[in-house]
């Protein structure tokens, strides 16, 4: 095809500069400031119109004007961000020079780069780390103050409809913090220099994702101040029609977030599908590129079905249409089926990055090959596959369609061998390695402990007479903890440690990571193997208050969850202590193989002066003078004689 | 080697770096169906959503007393000014491709113009219809289709003025026309919407 037109990319620095003054001026704090008052102005505005005796759906006014502000504050943020800058200048035919390009990536402006709609892929991984820790901090209080309140039993600290709240609070901002902690930071950060590119293949999108993400989390705080939502995050109906206007803002923000997920999505498959370095082959590409662009393409099919379900909830509640309410012709278990269709792939979301993260790092530690790579990515694929499969064993006890209980028994149990496989690929490449016990293979071990547990209590879960006694109780939350924090959560931990170094160029802090390490490890078991044995003896979950007989349990749980409180806020000093002063990095400290590592940490504006073309296995760890790339003016033996070097340290 | 001279990011790079025209072209054509195969989940689970409520039809709610069924007329007839922009653009298209720049511009043109016509028929639709959300699972399930296709013809509204403006500021040419391919990929999806919305209401 002879087509030349790059305009929206690089080819305008041929042109002359337009101006751009506006853009320049334009950052997240002008964001807030369009995004508050334009929620102000349209909250009032809608109030006016809607929130008052002569309008016949009164009822549904404070709805109507919630969604509404929560709409105003979203485009209003975009618009005073500047996101929508490049789009009318496209419109308008005047694109952007390569000044305004070279702006855009944050050349020159410091740290102030990182508050502004930055396109450079680095900034933008650093953004969502930042993003990602704070949500996952608030996530984390406000369990403390779930495990404090269960700590006795009783009225206690608060009733009822406050702990619905803060269950409902807690579940979504864990779930959004887990589904970005590692695409996010990592999949932006390292990703495009692992495959030896210069930038995402659309930088200005994955500023877009970002930005559109960053108002999500206010909106998802102001529930709290709106009622909060008594649904837990799933948002059952025919509840979440008749919950406060909290479910709102909940429900924008889902669609919000929808959309941030499709945008990046797009950005990184697209990337990691054509921007691979020379030499490059599907065979030879790092397992986490292979695992971000799965999570990638299952989240793009999967999430948009969680958007409809919270459409049709915000028009159930705003417009009294009948989706979801039964005397009006609506079905609950329509709602069931659409956030399960979503919500079992969404696992998958979660877990596989950081469980592609613990493949990549696992041979760097154990200095052998990855032992069964083509089982890995056959297993990742089979969990892409077999994951929007099995969304009914979440409905075994609702009621719905009992007779596809058995097929859904079935392929839920199925989805257990590339999870197997996956585990045997992780075993067998620390099986005779040489292992350097460093702080990123210590979270490897962490991680096949925990997601081992959290893996065989789900085969238990998947069986239908056991899901129906164990469905409404506590085994449950221990399960899925087991498998989404003490799996993925220490899978995007080892991530961070792993890849701190190249993201900062400094060493991140070894010891108090080990202390941190082995207090959260301690703590995460202690609180949910308690769990698990209140489950089995019968406590429901989502419960305020409980049997007296559950008390030892309850207290031994609440008591593992101050540990990992404690190893939380050790390793959040260790990342900002290391951050500011920890040693200086070398471009390459564990010696390792794949691209990110033979560029300077941190990486240079465009990652690589001239690109790479890639001549073995990424993990060629023990085979005599191999080496995964070459580059241009440096001769081959050199190369290798620089990575024996980082091996030996 | 070539590759290492040619092979590099666009957003931020010196000229030098600039990606191969039809590696971007690729990745333009390749992201926009990625975001037709997302938008093709939203509007599946759309029609899962009138077919589940219509078979389960709750305490014969399905089609509440107070509802009617929507103007066929109606329907087709947007559903037709649709596909007819979609034809439009295509001859534009065309025309592009063979450097006939009146052809194109006109054919854009009238596909944009075609596309305002549908946004006006389809908001007059809207208020003119016999039915409520209130009126029932088919009448809350119709109106969300409606006013789903509604936004994105907005956002086609959008790009289509941005290209017609875009073709007659020169930006386009017969070796140079990867924009008007891709928002074409758009364009023919929301055609088919249109027709796959219609052939669903038959159904009621």
Same mark, same amino acid.
């Given at each position: 095809?002879?087509?030349?037109?790059?305009?929206?990319?690089?080819?305008?620095?041929?042109?002359?500069?337009?101006?751009?003054? /506006?853009?320049?001026?334009?950052?997240?704090?002008?964001?807030?400031?369009?995004?508050?008052?334009?929620?102000?102005?349209?909250?009032?505005? $809608?109030?006016?119109?809607?929130?008052? !005796?002569?309008?016949?759906?009164?009822?549904?006014? !404070?709805?109507?004007?919630?969604?509404?502000?929560? %709409?105003?504050?979203?485009?209003?943020?975009?618009?005073?961000?500047?996101?929508?800058?490049?789009?009318?200048?496209?419109?308008?035919?005047?694109?952007?020079?390569?000044?305004?390009?070279?702006?855009?990536?944050?050349?020159?402006?410091?740290?102030?780069?990182?508050?502004?709609?930055?396109?450079?892929?680095?900034?933008?991984?650093?953004?969502?780390?930042?993003?990602?820790?704070?949500?996952?901090?608030?996530?984390?209080?406000? $369990?403390?103050? =779930?495990?404090?309140?269960?700590?006795?039993?009783?009225?206690?600290?608060?009733?009822?409809?406050?702990?619905?709240?803060?269950?409902?609070?807690?579940?979504?901002?864990?779930?959004?913090?887990?589904?970005?902690?590692?695409?996010?930071?990592?999949?932006?950060?390292?990703?495009?220099?692992?495959?030896?590119?210069?930038?995402?293949?659309?930088?200005? /999108?994955?500023?877009?994702?970002?930005?559109?993400?960053?108002? %999500?989390?206010?909106?998802?705080?102001?529930?709290?101040?709106?009622?909060?939502?008594?649904?837990?995050?799933?948002?059952?109906?025919?509840?979440?029609?008749?919950?406060?206007?909290?479910?709102?803002?909940?429900?924008?923000?889902?669609?919000?977030?929808?959309?941030?997920?499709?945008?990046?999505?797009?950005? /990184?498959?697209?990337?990691?599908?054509?921007?691979?370095?020379?030499?490059?082959?599907?065979?030879?590409?790092?397992?986490?590129?292979?695992?971000?662009?799965?999570?990638?393409?299952?989240?793009?099919?999967?999430?948009?079905?969680?958007?409809?379900?919270?459409?049709?909830?915000?028009?159930?509640?705003?417009?009294?249409?009948?989706?979801?309410?039964?005397?009006?012709?609506?079905?609950?278990?329509?709602?069931?089926?659409?956030?399960? =269709?979503?919500?079992?792939?969404?696992?998958?979301?979660?877990?596989?990055?950081?469980?592609?993260?613990?493949?990549?790092?696992?041979?760097?530690?154990?200095?052998?090959?990855? *032992?069964?790579?083509?089982?890995?990515?056959?297993?990742?694929?089979?969990?892409?596959?077999?994951?929007?499969?099995?969304?009914?064993?979440?409905?075994?006890?609702?009621?719905?369609?009992?007779?596809?209980?058995?097929?859904?028994?079935?392929?839920?149990?199925?989805?257990?061998?590339?999870?197997?496989?996956?585990?045997?690929?992780?075993?067998?490449?620390?099986?005779?390695?040489?292992?350097?016990?460093?702080?990123?293979?210590?979270?490897?071990?962490?991680?096949?402990?925990? *997601?081992?547990?959290?893996?065989?209590?789900?085969?238990?879960?998947?069986?239908?007479?056991?899901?129906?006694?164990? +469905?409404?109780?506590?085994?449950?939350?221990?399960?899925?903890?087991?498998?989404?924090?003490?799996?993925?959560?220490?899978?995007?931990?080892?991530?961070?440690?792993?890849?701190?170094?190249?993201?900062?160029?400094?060493? *991140?802090?070894?010891?108090?990571?080990?202390?941190?390490?082995?207090?959260?490890?301690?703590? *995460?078991?202690?609180?949910?193997?308690?769990?698990?044995?209140?489950?089995?003896?019968?406590?429901?979950?989502?419960?305020?208050?409980?049997?007296?007989?559950?008390?030892?349990?309850?207290?031994?749980?609440?008591?593992?969850?101050?540990?990992?409180?404690?190893?939380?806020?050790?390793?959040?000093?260790?990342?900002?202590?290391?951050?500011?002063?920890?040693?200086?990095?070398? $471009?390459?400290?564990?010696?390792?193989?794949?691209?990110?590592?033979?560029?300077?940490?941190? !990486?240079?504006?465009?990652?690589?002066? +001239?690109?790479?073309?890639?001549?073995?296995?990424?993990?060629?760890?023990?085979?005599?003078?191999?080496? +995964?790339?070459?580059?241009?003016?440096?001769?081959?033996?050199?190369?290798?004689?620089?990575?024996?070097?980082?091996? $030996?340290? | 080697?070539?590759?290492?001279?040619?092979?590099?990011?666009?957003?931020?790079?010196?000229?030098?770096?600039?990606?191969?025209?039809?590696?971007?072209?690729?990745?333009?054509?390749?992201?926009?169906?990625?975001?037709?195969?997302?938008?093709?989940?939203?509007?599946?689970?759309?029609?899962?959503?009138?077919?589940?409520?219509?078979?389960?039809?709750?305490?014969?709610?399905?089609?509440?007393?107070?509802?009617?069924?929507?103007?066929?007329?109606?329907?087709?007839?947007?559903?037709?000014?649709?596909?007819?922009?979609?034809?439009?653009?295509?001859?534009?298209?065309?025309?592009?491709?063979?450097?006939?720049?009146?052809?194109?511009?006109?054919?854009?043109?009238?596909?944009?113009?075609?596309?305002?016509?549908?946004?006006?028929?389809?908001?007059?639709?809207?208020?003119?219809?016999?039915?409520?959300?209130?009126?029932?699972?088919?009448?809350?399930?119709?109106?969300?289709?409606?006013?789903?296709?509604?936004?994105?013809?907005?956002?086609?509204?959008?790009?289509?003025?941005?290209?017609?403006?875009?073709?007659?500021?020169?930006?386009?040419?017969?070796?140079?026309?990867?924009?008007?391919?891709?928002?074409?990929?758009?364009?023919?999806?929301?055609?088919?919407?249109?027709?796959?919305?219609?052939?669903?209401?038959?159904?009621?």
């Amino acid at each position: 095809m002879a087509d030349t037109e790059i305009v929206s990319h690089g080819t305008a620095h041929a042109e002359e500069s337009t101006g751009g003054g /506006l853009m320049r001026r334009l950052n997240m704090w002008t964001g807030i400031v369009v995004g508050v008052i334009a929620a102000v102005v349209v909250y009032f505005i $809608a109030a006016k119109l809607w929130v008052n !005796p002569d309008n016949e759906n009164m009822a549904q006014g !404070p709805d109507q004007a919630v969604i509404a502000a929560e %709409v105003a504050w979203v485009i209003g943020f975009l618009v005073g961000v500047g996101a929508f800058v490049a789009p009318f200048r496209w419109l308008l035919g005047r694109d952007q020079t390569h000044d305004d390009e070279m702006f855009l990536a944050g050349k020159g402006q410091g740290v102030g780069r990182y508050l502004r709609f930055t396109t450079d892929h680095k900034v933008v991984g650093v953004q969502y780390l930042v993003l990602a820790m704070t949500t996952f901090g608030v996530g984390g209080i406000l $369990a403390m103050t =779930i495990r404090t309140k269960l700590a006795s039993p009783g009225e206690g600290l608060f009733g009822g409809q406050i702990y619905n709240g803060l269950v409902g609070m807690h579940g979504i901002i864990m779930i959004v913090s887990t589904i970005i902690m590692v695409v996010g930071p990592w999949g932006n950060f390292i990703m495009p220099i692992m495959i030896g590119a210069r930038d995402m293949a659309f930088p200005r /999108l994955n500023a877009l994702s970002f930005w559109t993400l960053f108002p %999500v989390v206010p909106i998802f705080l102001s529930v709290a101040f709106l009622g909060g939502i008594p649904t837990g995050w799933v948002a059952y109906a025919p509840l979440s029609d008749q919950a406060p206007p909290g479910m709102d803002a909940f429900a924008v923000g889902i669609i919000m977030f929808v959309i941030s997920s499709g945008i990046g999505a797009v950005n /990184l498959i697209v990337t990691a599908t054509t921007m691979r370095a020379h030499g490059m082959t599907w065979n030879r590409t790092p397992i986490f590129v292979l695992g971000v662009t799965a999570t990638s393409v299952l989240g793009l099919i999967a999430l948009p079905c969680f958007e409809v379900g919270m459409i049709e909830t915000l028009l159930d509640r705003s417009q009294e249409a009948s989706f979801f309410v039964p005397e009006q012709g609506g079905s609950q278990w329509l709602y069931a089926n659409l956030f399960w =269709i979503m919500g079992h792939p969404e696992v998958y979301v979660i877990l596989i990055p950081a469980t592609a993260a613990i493949l990549e790092m696992t041979p760097v530690f154990s200095r052998k090959p990855l *032992f069964g790579a083509r089982l890995a990515a056959m297993g990742i694929i089979a969990l892409v596959a077999l994951s929007v499969l099995v969304w009914a064993h979440h409905m075994f006890v609702s009621g719905w369609a009992p007779t596809l209980a058995g097929p859904f028994m079935l392929t839920t149990e199925l989805i257990s061998i590339p999870t197997g496989m996956i585990f045997l690929v992780l075993i067998g490449t620390i099986w005779r390695g040489r292992i350097w016990t460093r702080l990123p293979m210590l979270f490897v071990y962490g991680f096949l402990w925990n *997601f081992m547990i959290g893996g065989i209590t789900g085969i238990f879960l998947s069986d239908v007479p056991a899901d129906n006694e164990l +469905h409404g109780a506590l085994f449950v939350t221990a399960h899925f903890h087991y498998t989404l924090l003490g799996g993925a959560m220490i899978g995007a931990m080892a991530a961070i440690v792993y890849w701190f170094s190249k993201m900062t160029g400094r060493m *991140f802090d070894e010891r108090i990571g080990t202390w941190s390490f082995y207090t959260i490890m301690i703590g *995460f078991n202690v609180t949910f193997m308690a769990m698990f044995f209140n489950g089995l003896s019968g406590m429901p979950r989502r419960v305020a208050d409980y049997d007296p007989q559950y008390l030892i349990g309850n207290m031994i749980s609440t008591a593992g969850a101050y540990v990992i409180a404690i190893g939380m806020l050790l390793f959040l000093y260790a990342t900002v202590s290391s951050w500011r002063n920890g040693p200086i990095a070398s $471009a390459n400290p564990w010696g390792a193989k794949t691209l990110e590592w033979y560029v300077p940490s941190p !990486p240079p504006l465009e990652n690589f002066e +001239h690109l790479p073309v890639v001549t073995g296995d990424a993990y060629g760890y023990g085979e005599p003078n191999t080496i +995964h790339t070459t580059h241009p003016g440096v001769p081959a033996v050199a190369q290798v004689a620089a990575l024996a070097e980082g091996d $030996a340290s | 080697m070539s590759t290492i001279e040619h092979h590099s990011d666009a957003g931020h790079s010196p000229e030098s770096h600039a990606l191969p025209p039809e590696l971007v072209a690729h990745q333009q054509r390749r992201s926009m169906i990625l975001f037709i195969i997302a938008d093709a989940v939203y509007f599946a689970c759309i029609l899962l959503t009138y077919f589940y409520l219509r078979a389960l039809n709750v305490d014969g709610m399905w089609f509440g007393p107070d509802a009617k069924v929507a103007d066929a007329w109606l329907i087709w007839l947007i559903a037709g000014v649709t596909v007819l922009s979609a034809i439009a653009y295509r001859s534009g298209e065309m025309g592009i491709r063979a450097n006939s720049r009146s052809r194109f511009q006109t054919g854009t043109l009238v596909a944009v113009l075609l596309v305002v016509a549908a946004i006006g028929l389809t908001i007059y639709q809207m208020m003119t219809w016999p039915i409520l959300m209130s009126d029932g699972s088919y009448a809350s399930t119709f109106i969300l289709m409606t006013g789903t296709q509604l936004v994105h013809l907005f956002i086609l509204l959008f790009i289509g003025i941005g290209i017609w403006n875009r073709g007659n500021k020169g930006k386009f040419d017969d070796g140079k026309y990867n924009h008007v391919t891709v928002v074409g990929y758009f364009w023919y999806w929301l055609a088919l919407v249109a027709i796959l919305g219609g052939l669903t209401s038959l159904l009621v």
